[in-house]
């Protein structure tokens, strides 16, 4: 819970009412409030790796940042857990080759092989198959363009390259990503301690210029607002699935209310604050996307749980509304309870939800 941590929920809900309930307020302007500038694509290549990997999720969690992970195939395939580490961090996953090479000196046959390795790879830990490719270097040419096309991958290079790989200064790697604007995406690498050095004042600077971390879109290869999954889904497919929206369903917890803006829906302003329902299931898997937003630029965070087990957390990294979707859920059939709950409220942030989508 941020605001009114010790008051009693009836308060908040009144002051929650006092600030967004201004008559004629757009919506809109009101949602994108935070990142009135716009969104960049951080980037980070060759992990994951056991030596950096966690160290560089946290320093993103901690700065309320989100980023595209290139994950080089083998490391992956060494590595499954930190693939689903930074799956769960609500990073995105993209295919930065299986070994390395410079694609460029390789055969059609040994390209294929290279990306079609690694998107199985990424597929069978995550469940789903990445969207972005980056090749090693940025090498590339025509051949490699049409292996990507037929892996449905758009290629992504970079508008500013931090040098961290070539021995930049936490400080020169700050510089590089303050030349960053709507839109642009930036080199980085899973490795280097500066790099990870740099991240708190990345953040910090791209806050201050009104400018959001975002995803990077399949269609363009440019930073927009995230609106997906966090393992590369995202692009934009309107869904057919069973919509029930938060108001509908049956508050618990000491501070769980109903808001109108940025949506209507429900606030879940502190741990064990939540929503539940009963849906009845034939299959046992299933995509789950909720709207959503946090009150602010920290990351929000709302637990999935079905029959009392978690199956995941939904993540909202501003205050402009997003769908996050969490893939192929396994949960029992028949009756189930659903329950949307905070659990990781840290005082910073509160979460505010519109919507649940099953597919
Ligand atoms: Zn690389």
Known sequence: ???????????????????????????????????????????????????????????????????????????AQNNPSLVRDQATAGMWIGNHSYTHPDMTTLSSSQMSSEISRTQQT??????????????????????????????SLTEV?????????????????VVAA????????????????????????????????????????PSTGRAVAPDGGSSGGGDGTPSTG????????TK????TSNISSPFNG??????????????YFESGTHNFSLRGASNNSEMARVDLKIGGQTKGTFYFGG???AVYTLNNVSHGTGNQEIELVVTADNGTWDAYIDYLEIN
């Open 178 to 217: 303050g030349r960053l604007q709507n839109g642009d995406v930036i080199l980085m690498h899973d490795q280097y301690q500066t790099t990870l050095q740099a991240i708190p004042q990345i953040a910090q600077n791209l806050k201050s210029r009104g400018l959001c971390s975002g995803m990077i879109s």
């Open 122 to 151: 990424i597929q069978s830990i995550t469940g789903t198959a990445p969207k972005l490719f980056r090749p090693p270097y940025g090498a590339t040419n025509a051949t490699l363009k049409s292996i990507e096309t037929q892996n």
């Open 266 to 279: 429900v606030a879940l302003y502190a741990n064990n604050d939540s929503v539940k329902y009963t849906q």
């Open 242 to 249: 069973t919509k029930k929206e938060t108001e509908s369903m």
């Open 319 to 321: 205050s402009y509304p």
């Open 252 to 255: 618990g917890g000491q501070y």
């Open 157 to 173: 290079l970079w508008n500013v390259d931090s040098q961290d790989w070539n021995g930049a200064t936490t400080a020169q790697i």
């Open 1 to 75: 819970m941020l605001k009114a941590k010790l008051v009693k929920g009836a308060v908040a809900l009144v002051l929650f009412g006092t600030l967004f309930s201004i008559p004629m307020m757009p919506v809109s302007s009101a949602a994108d409030a935070s990142c009135p500038n716009g969104y960049v694509g951080l980037t980070f290549d060759d992990g994951p790796n056991t030596s950096n990997t966690t160290k560089l999720l946290n320093a993103l969690k901690q700065a309320g940042l989100r980023a595209t992970m290139f994950n080089i195939g083998q490391n």
